[in-house]
């Protein structure tokens, strides 16, 4: 047995480790293929966490563009990271650190700045061991209270960026008891023209994964359909694995539905048999029915919600996406959600608005497309439409109250307009004398005040809640006064900072400066989103 080192290994803990890396392509989807994992253990008894490694040199996501890399998801500590936690949280049903995203400039900036503090006492510092030395340290550190620790590196093997990663990976394997740690590789498996799914691509990415000294212990093969026996029994052949090891994870109509696929396929029986806890306490505990309860839900009723928003990327607004399905699976209603570009609507919604029965307008940054994003908001405020309104949509709720109702001519976001005669939003007073753009803006979990007797107070059920923010600007309080007088209610505050607002003689008019949406759980929906719903579905009702 390895001793403990200054890596931080310490081999009384008896934790396990799922590696989970990709092949061939991209966007397989080996992130769920290890939500979906972990799902399956967790509702086995087991506690179990996540680390997400990204190799690219940001610190963190918060300064990326969503049309490059999709939503930038926020966590609890205001940690800002690739939105694969998102699913991670959503899955497990847990709360995430920053310390559970791992990225090559987060690593590179400790070591050299370590390096520069003397730390390494002359050494030459090198990528190994120092760089592996302290993304392992990382890994266990953000796996401490937990059974089962689950570590998707993010890339395809192969990817130079990611080189440093699997060689932390394969000392990982060294220093830990080998019935403590279970690799998964999740590759592509296509068809040919003729219709015979080939194993070729498999072979490579195993091929290229070996020669880097990483076995996998699992492969898990993404097609549209599941895998033959014979492409099963080839993969297991070339790629040194039993037949039984080879999981088959093919095309299904909803990402929820993976982990009951997978548990189909005896994948969770696999990996409690590898790591021989098929007999412990844990996996003797009454197995959790509640996520396959939950995801199977029948609908009752269907809705069409308009997310109007300018980023043409469906990852863009993911958590949003998910956060009305949740509420769907919870008032077992199917909410039909489509993207419509608030560029198109600036200068009126030209009838694209007509047909939905609900408003969502979402977050975003710059002034491209905010026009048509007040333009949606008017049209539902004055046709009694249920809207939504998320950070920047919330701001632009004001925006648009401002102009319309107050009669404030070019009323504007001060971040957006800087020439506007009416700064209905400006920017937050810590903001002011900040350089630096990545993780200043005020982000994380925050605690909002909740007005007795509005529409906040009965869909949170109390007079407080703490959601995530992701926000440098917030609504004037020299406009606060005159705003409420025209019959803007702000339902939620915390201190002179305006959370919510609301319109209490709209069927649902509701609008949050944080993002509900990454709170929201299938087993437990977000309460602005399920009184979004409600509302609409009382409106159809009237009509």
């Known amino acids: 047995m390895p001793t403990e080192s200054d890596t931080g290994y310490d081999p009384s803990l008896g934790r396990k480790f799922i590696f989970v890396t990709g092949g061939v392509m991209s966007g397989l989807g080996k992130g769920i293929t290890a939500a979906s994992t972990g799902r399956l253990l967790a509702n086995a008894g087991f506690d179990v966490t996540a680390v997400k490694i990204d190799p690219y040199l940001n610190v963190d996501a918060g300064t990326m563009n969503p049309f490059q890399h999709g939503e930038v998801y926020v966590l609890k500590d205001g940690g800002e990271v690739d939105l694969d936690l998102g699913n991670y949280e959503r899955f497990l049903d847990i709360d995430m650190t920053f310390d559970h995203n791992v990225t090559?400039?987060?690593?590179?900036?400790?070591?050299?700045?370590?390096?520069?503090?003397?730390?390494?006492?002359?050494?030459?510092?090198?990528?190994?061991?120092?760089?592996?030395?302290?993304?392992?340290?990382?890994?266990?550190?953000?796996?401490e209270g937990s059974d089962v620790c689950i570590v998707e590196v993010g890339g395809t093997v192969g990817d130079i960026e990611g080189m440093p990663f699997l060689e932390a990976l394969r000392q990982f394997a060294h220093e830990e008891d080998e019935d403590d740690i279970l690799f998964t590789h999740v590759t592509l498996v296509p068809y040919s023209k003729n219709g015979e799914q080939k194993t070729k691509p498999t072979q490579h990415s195993v091929k290229e994964l070996r020669s880097i000294g990483l076995q996998p212990d699992i492969l898990v093969g993404r097609s549209p359909d599941p895998l033959d026996a014979e492409t099963r029994e080839k993969i297991a052949l070339f790629c040194d694995v039993p037949v039984d090891a080879v999981f088959s994870n093919p095309d299904v109509e909803d990402i929820y539905h993976v982990p009951l696929m997978l548990e189909e396929e005896g994948l969770d029986q696999f990996v409690l048999e590898h790591f021989g806890l098929t007999e412990s306490a844990a996996s003797e505990a009454e197995y959790d029915t509640t996520w396959r309860e939950t995801v199977t839900r029948e609908t009752e009723d269907e809705v069409s919600v308009a997310l109007v928003g300018k980023y043409g990327l469906e990852d863009a607004y993911i958590s949003i996406?998910?956060?009305?399905?949740?509420?769907?699976?919870?008032?077992?209603?199917?909410?039909?959600?489509?993207?419509?570009?608030?560029?198109?609507?600036?200068?009126?919604?030209?009838?694209?608005?007509?047909?939905?029965?609900?408003?969502?307008?979402p977050g975003g940054f710059g002034a491209r497309g905010t026009e048509g994003k007040v333009e949606a908001i008017r049209y539902a405020r004055e046709n009694n439409v249920p809207f939504l309104g998320l950070c920047l949509g919330f701001q632009m709720a004001v925006v648009e109250y401002a102009r319309n109702v107050l009669g404030l001519a070019g009323?504007?976001?001060?971040?957006?307009?800087?020439?506007?005669?009416?700064?209905?939003?400006?920017?937050?007073?810590?903001?002011?004398?900040?350089?630096?753009?990545?993780?200043?803006?005020?982000?994380?979990?925050h605690l909002t005040e909740i007005q007795e007797g509005t529409l906040a107070h009965e869909l949170y059920n109390g007079t407080t809640c703490e959601e995530r923010h992701r926000h440098r600007y917030e609504v004037n309080p020299d406009y606060i006064d005159d705003l409420e007088e025209a019959g803007l209610v702000f339902s939620g505050t915390s201190g002179r900072r305006m959370e919510i607002l609301e319109l209490p003689e709209h069927p649902y008019f509701f609008g949050t400066q944080f993002h509900p949406e990454f709170r929201s759980r299938p087993t437990r929906a977000s309460p602005p989103f399920v009184g979004f719903l409600d509302g609409i579905n009382a409106t159809r009702g009237d009509n």
Request: proline share 3%; no cysteine.
């Open 104 to 143: 090559t400039g987060k690593v590179y900036e400790h070591v050299i700045s370590k390096e520069r503090a003397g730390d390494y006492l002359g050494k030459t510092v090198q990528i190994i061991p120092h760089i592996t030395d302290d993304i392992k340290r990382r890994v266990r550190e953000a796996a």
């Open 411 to 445: 009323a504007h976001s001060a971040e957006l307009d800087s020439e506007t005669p009416h700064p209905v939003i400006d920017l937050l007073p810590e903001q002011k004398e900040l350089d630096d753009m990545g993780g200043t803006m005020r982000l994380g979990t």
């Open 321 to 361: 996406h998910e956060a009305l399905k949740h509420a769907g699976l919870k008032r077992h209603t199917a909410v039909d959600s489509h993207w419509i570009h608030s560029e198109q609507l600036a200068d009126g919604h030209d009838g694209r608005l007509d047909d939905v029965d609900g408003i969502v307008v």
